[in-house]
Structure formats: C-alpha cells, structure tokens
C-alpha cells in the first residue's frame, strides 16, 4: 500500500507560483525589478484590463544570453547569487530565480531579447510552463516579456482577481513607488492606450514627487541628507501641514527596495509625534542606504519585508535626522519646487 507520491515539476511550479505571483501587479513588480537589475536605464510597463490580459513589459537592459533563455525559466535558476554567502552582500532586488518560472506557470508568455554581443535576438515562448518555440529574430538590444491571460490555467486563482480598475489601481501604485525608488530610471507606465506616469530618469527625486503626488505636497517638502556613517539618509519629508489619514504617503526604500518596516515606520512616525495629531501620518520620500551586513533581506518571497541585525541603531539615526529636518522646517520657504 502506498498513498504518497512526489508532484510532477509542472504541479510544484504551479503551487509555488502562488507564493510569489498573486495578482498581475506581482507580475509587474517581479519583471520590473528584473529590468533594474539587468542595468536598464528606461522601462515601459504597459497593461490591458488590469494586467489580466495583457502585460507587455520592455527594458533596454543588458538582455538574456541565448543560452541562458531556458535556464531562466527553470525554478532557482539565477544569475545574481551563487551560494548562500553571496546572500550578505546581495545589492540586486532579485536572487531567489523564481519570478520567471512561476510567471510562465501560469501565464502565456513571450521574450523578445538581446545582448550587445548577440548578433541577432531571441524570442523565446513559454506557455502553462510548456516550452512552445524558440528562434532568432531581430531585435533592439534589451528584453520585452509579454504577459498574456494571467492565471489562465489556474481558474480558482483567476477567480480572486479584482476588477481590472482596481487591478489597474494596484499597479499604478506600484509604478508610482518604483519610479519614486529609482530617479535615475525613467519610467513609462501606459494603461489601455494611455499614458498614465512617465518619470524622465534625470535623477531629481523632487520632479517625480511632483510628478506623482502633485504640487501641495512638493511644494511643502523638507530635504533630507544625513551621513550617519552606517546609514545614510537622502530624500525628502513633507512639512506636516501635509499630512494624511494612512501611510500611503510613507515612503522609504532601503537600498533601492521598497519595504516596509516596523522600525523605519516607527522612527519615522516618533520624529513627527509633537507636529502631528494623532492617526496623522506624514509624507517621506527617503532613501536610506545601509550596509548589507546589517540587513536581512531574505524574509519572504515578495520581500515586502525586512530585518536588520541592528535595530536600535536604524530606529536612533533615522529617528535623529527626521527631527532635525523638522526643527528646521520653518527655514524652508512654501513653494519652493518652482525654484
Ligand atoms: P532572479 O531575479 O531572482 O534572479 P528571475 O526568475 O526573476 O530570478 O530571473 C531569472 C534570471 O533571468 C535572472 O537572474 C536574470 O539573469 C535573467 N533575467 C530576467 N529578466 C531579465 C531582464 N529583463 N534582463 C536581463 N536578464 C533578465
Ligand atoms: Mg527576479
């Protein structure tokens, strides 16, 4: 008698999927972050009916070797750690080589890719996780991933999908936060035809604060640039006339990637206690980068979250240059983004 038996790898990837791919803003965030890593300087995002039907994502990126193309479709395949050491130090938003296989197994997706050494372009198609076809074709150097009827072989999960409006909504938030984590990328993000943000890469945190969120709150901004050895702070905060009803208006990337944390939340929060009433939440833009020892990043798939080994010291420095970026709030003239 026996009643166990070992999944086949088509079922462990569609399990697995779900850890990582819940909704098509995942998609956009796994290929996203994909783009970054691959050293792209441009990257259009652009979606149909919330992403559930079509997300076409396109970087001008290092690209895919053509003998890697299949390899970075396979479940822990990835080119940015090669052992668990390599964890300490990892400075790419990506290391687990999930994304891809999970997408492609529940999706219908196709890569169009080139490297600068490769003479002609690959499109590669990948379906349900069933290789479909593979050949050359011209091509800009760079990578597009189109992403076709997301969870289409997975009709329970396509059933937890919300409207595309709001699954539109979920990703425009997420372009919104990437474009705010990376200044030195421009960012397209195009919905059903039309263009909804597009940041010019020139590096000015400031004009993607307005570009997002509009001149009230760009106009009432406190610059923030504190070296505080371990850590170092830069961005901006709001004044706390601009305050808000939730934290959607806080903030803050940690080495590039956008978390959330305890922590940073409360250090953050405590700074503007005596400006603020309660249930009153500030705007940060911040970018705080910390030495990789002290971090880590290896928490959940969507790593959404993170530790640091030295908690105390982030709260205190974080906490001290808030503060002192509010003391001398009343020193920064109102509109000052026209300048
Ligand atoms: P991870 O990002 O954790 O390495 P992924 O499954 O997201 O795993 O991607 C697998 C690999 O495919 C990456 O390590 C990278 O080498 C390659 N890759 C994926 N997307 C791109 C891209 N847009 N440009 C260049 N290489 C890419
Ligand atoms: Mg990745």
């Known amino acids: 008698m026996s009643k166990i038996t070992v999944l086949d790898q088509n079922t462990i990837d569609k399990i697995a999927a779900g850890e990582v791919i819940e909704r098509p803003a995942s998609v956009v965030k796994e290929l996203v972050e994909n783009a970054i890593d691959a050293g792209a300087t441009a990257i259009t995002v652009d979606i149909k009916e919330g992403g559930t039907s079509f997300i076409r994502i396109t970087d001008n990126g290092g690209g895919i070797y053509k003998d890697d ?70 091509a800009p150097e760079g990578t597009t991933f189109i992403i076709r009827n997301l969870f289409y072989n997975t009709p329970v999960r396509r059933k937890f999908l919300k409207s595309p409006v709001t699954e539109a909504g979920y990703i425009s938030d997420l372009m919104e936060r990437l474009a705010l984590s990376h200044p030195d990328i421009s960012f397209k993000f195009i919905n059903n035809g039309q263009i909804k943000l597009h940041t010019s890469g020139n590096t000015k945190l400031k004009d993607i604060i307005y570009n997002v969120y509009g001149r009230e709150i760009a106009s009432h901004l406190i610059p923030i640039d504190a070296d505080m050895g371990v850590i170092k702070l830069e961005g901006y905060i709001g004044k706390p006339v601009v305050s808000r009803g939730n934290r959607n208006y806080e903030n803050y990337y ?62 205190k420095s974080i906490c001290s240059a808030v503060s002192e970026g509010l003391a001398r709030r009343e020193l920064i003239p109102e509109v000052s983004f026209a300048s």
Do not use: W
């Not at 390599?86 to 990506?94: N, T």
């Not at 997408?103 to 690959?122: F, H, N, P, R, S």
């Open 254 to 315: 940690i080495n590039g990637r956008y978390i959330k944390s305890g922590v940073v939340s409360k250090a953050i929060e405590d700074a503007y206690k005596s400006y603020m009433m309660q249930h009153k939440y500030p705007f940060t833009a911040l970018h705080i980068k910390i030495d990789g020892e002290f971090l880590d990043v290896n928490v959940h798939p969507t790593k959404m979250e993170l530790r640091f080994s030295n908690q105390e010291d982030v709260y």
């Open 69 to 138: 193309v299949k390899l970075a479709f396979l479940r822990h395949s990835t080119s940015k750690i090669k052992s668990v050491e390599d964890l300490a130090g990892v400075s790419s938003l990506g290391f687990r080589g999930e994304a891809l296989s999970s997408i492609a197994a529940v999706a219908q997706v196709e890569l169009i890719t080139k490297t600068a050494a490769g003479l002609t372009g690959i499109r590669y198609v990948i379906e349900g996780g069933f290789e479909k076809s593979m050949e050359e074709i011209g």
